[in-house]
């Protein structure tokens, strides 16, 4: 196997283990460095490093560079060349760093972070959470979803599907920073309500009316739930898109949780009897008010 091919298998495993790593490519290299021109690496955010860039005195930087594109997300072009140690010059395009090594050699390399696919977690058994775990995928999302005796042969979209919505059993398969979505519609929506509110997730968000969230947020503080945690989850859940069909819902959700994981500022609050309102699937209040959950 060549190095490329290694280097990519163990990519690939770590993207499946879920852990954030980087794949390092020699673009170009002047003599006498020690890597050559499609020369690879892949390299974790604890330094650890597979596959070969260059030596000792050139790692430093890439695995510095490493941790900055696995923070942000970007990928970046960065020279490391022969220059007093410490020495750092943004190019615009290129990152340089300075080599103190008596080797000598310049070394380009291109940085390029790739992150674990972000986890959705659709709670119901309703044809708007159907729709979510077939849409989700499409946007990006691995989809997990947690219904009361969900067959997973019923959504092969799924990455993976939960057939019972307990604490004990759903908490530990899903990941901290999930973005999760109530859409039960009716069945099962303060068990959802509360299973959401124990996962460690990014942002809550519930298909539903204004009206029926706050009788059943009301309920939840009634029994002992977190208020800070109740006013955070997001609901009515979306954007305002005149939507009616479950897929049409769907679509407006996720749009809504796509711009929070995006940072993107949301739309105005809407306003009392907007239209939307209507199907129970409507406006998040801006991205911005809500920093861990919604709903």
Not at 152 to 176: E, F, K, L, M, Y
Request: proline letters at 6%.
């Amino acid at each position: 196997m060549s190095n490329a091919d290694t280097v990519l298998d163990s990519a690939r495993r770590l993207q499946q283990a879920g852990t954030p790593c980087a794949l390092v490519s020699v673009v170009k290299s002047l003599p006498p460095a020690s890597a050559h021109p499609g020369d690879k690496a892949v390299v974790t955010a604890d330094g650890r490093m597979q596959g070969w860039v260059g030596g000792g005195c050139a790692q430093p930087a890439v695995i510095r560079t490493v941790r900055q594109a696995l923070a942000d997300g970007r990928a970046r072009m960065i020279r490391i060349s022969p220059a007093e140690e410490g020495h750092e010059r943004d190019l615009g395009d290129v990152l340089e760093f300075g080599m103190a090594c008596h080797s000598g050699g310049t070394l380009e390399l291109f940085v390029d972070p790739l992150m674990p696919r972000a986890e959705l977690v659709v709670i119901g058994s309703s044809p708007v959470a159907a729709s979510l775990v077939q849409l989700g995928p499409r946007v990006g999302f691995a989809v997990t979803l947690v219904a009361q005796g969900a067959q997973a042969s019923d959504h092969p979209d799924a990455c993976r599907v939960i057939d019972r919505d307990d604490a004990a059993t759903v908490c530990p398969q899903v990941g901290a920073g999930a973005w999760v979505v109530i859409a039960t519609q009716g069945r099962r929506d303060l068990q959802a309500l509360g299973l959401a509110l124990s996962l460690n997730a990014r942002q809550v968000s519930f298909v539903a009316s204004a009206r029926k969230a706050q009788v059943l947020k009301d309920s939840l503080i009634t029994a002992g739930a977190d208020a800070a945690a109740v006013a955070a989850i997001v609901a009515p859940a979306g954007y305002p898109i005149s939507a009616s069909t479950p897929e049409e819902i769907a679509l407006s959700v996720l749009a809504a949780v796509v711009a929070n994981r995006r940072q993107a500022s949301g739309p105005p609050a809407p306003r009392a009897g907007d239209e939307a309102h209507a199907h129970g699937a409507t406006v998040a209040a801006p991205a911005a008010r809500r920093a861990c959950c919604g709903g």
